[in-house]
C-alpha cells in the first residue's frame, strides 16, 4: 500500500494573492474604526497583574524529499508489448520508489496515435495506449516528465491524450510548452518544470526562456525542481563537456549552462536524463546538479543494457522547506539484461561510476560514500 498522493493544483498568478491581501487589510481597517469599548468600573478592585506573554518557539523549517528516476518506459506499442500489461515493470524496486514527491522522466507518449516526426525518415517510436498510466501511478509516481526526444513520438494529439491518462491516473505531467506544474504537500509548494532541446518544448537552448519559466515557478512554489533532456548519447558520453553538445548533428545546448542557468533563475535541484549514462553530480552554489540519471528501465529492451547503458540509479535528495541542501543519497540500479526492467544493484555500480565522474567538476564533484550517501563539497 502505497503513502496518500500530494495534492496538485494550479496557484492563482501573485496579482491574484495580491488582490486577496488587500481585501484583508480593507476589512481590517473597517473593524479599527469601530468605537472603542468603554472602560468598565471594577469596583476598586486592582487590575490583574500582567504577565508577559510567552511567544512560541518557531517551528524548524520543515523537510522534503524529492525522488527521481531517468530514462523509463515499460514497452512500446505494438511489437514490444509489457506480456503482463507492465505489472511486473517496477515490482523490483518498488520499495525505493518513496519521497514526497517521486518523478520519473516518462522516455515515451501515452497514446497510440500515428505521427510522422523525422519528415519522412527513419525513426525509432515508443508508445504505449494511456491505460499503461497505471504502472507507473501503481508504482508510486507523484510527476511524469514529457520533455525529451520520444515523448511527442504521438505527435501534439498524442501530447494531449498523454497529459489525460496521466492526470486520470492521479499523477500530474510536467514538460509542456511553457508550462509549471506545481504539487502541494500540506501548504508548502514544489514546482516541477521539464525543458528539452526542441522547440515545442520549453527549449534547453533558449536560456533566457529557460530563466523565465524557472522565475516564475518560483514566484508560485517554495521549491522549485527543473528536470531535463540534457546531452549527447551512448556508452561514450558519461563525461559532462564543456559547451555545446551535439548528437547526429543536433545541437542539445550548453548542458552545464543549461543547469547553471536553472540554478540563478531560482531553482533548487536540477535532474538531466537523455545521455542514456550516469553521468556526475556537482554543487553548484549550494544547490544539486546531476546531469544525468542515465537508463532506468526499458521494458522489452527498449534500450541497450551494455556497459554503462545499463546503470542507473534512483536519486533521493532531501532539501528544507527554504531550499537548503540537508542530505541526498543513490540507490544503484541496474537494468535486467533479459527485459530491460530496473533491479536494486547489489553490486553498487552506480556508485562507482559516479565517484570516477566527480572530477568532471573539480572541487564542486560530488562523491558517494559505499552506502549510496552524497558527500557534498562545502555545504
Known sequence: M?????????????????GALAGLAITAAACSEEEEPQPVDDGGIGAAEETPSSSPS?????????????DTFPGSYPNQMPSDEGASFFSDVVDELTGDVVIANMEGALSTLEFDKCGGGTCIYFRLPGEYARVFADAGFDVLNLANNHGWDAGPDGAIETVEAVTAAGMELAGMKDEVTYVELDGLTVGIVGFAPYTFYTDVRDLDAVAALVAEAKSQADLVVATAHLGAEGSDQTHTPEGTETYYGEDRGDTRAFCRTCIDAGADLVVGHGPHVLRGMEIYNGKLIAYSLGNFGGGQKLFST????????????????????????????????????PLLDPDGQAIDAINGLAGDFGESGVTVDGDGTLIFPGV
Open 2 to 18: 502505497h503513502r496518500p498522493r500530494p495534492s496538485h493544483r494550479n496557484l492563482p498568478r501573485r496579482g491574484v494573492l495580491t
Open 58 to 70: 518557531p517551528e524548524p523549517p520543515r523537510s522534503i524529499t524529492i525522488t527521481h528516476v531517468g
Open 306 to 341: 551494455d556497459g554503462p547503458l545499463g546503470v542507473s540509479g534512483i536519486l533521493k535528495v532531501t532539501l528544507s522547506e527554504d531550499g537548503v541542501l540537508e542530505s541526498g543519497m543513490i540507490v544503484p540500479t541496474r537494468m535486467d539484461h533479459d527485459n530491460g526492467y
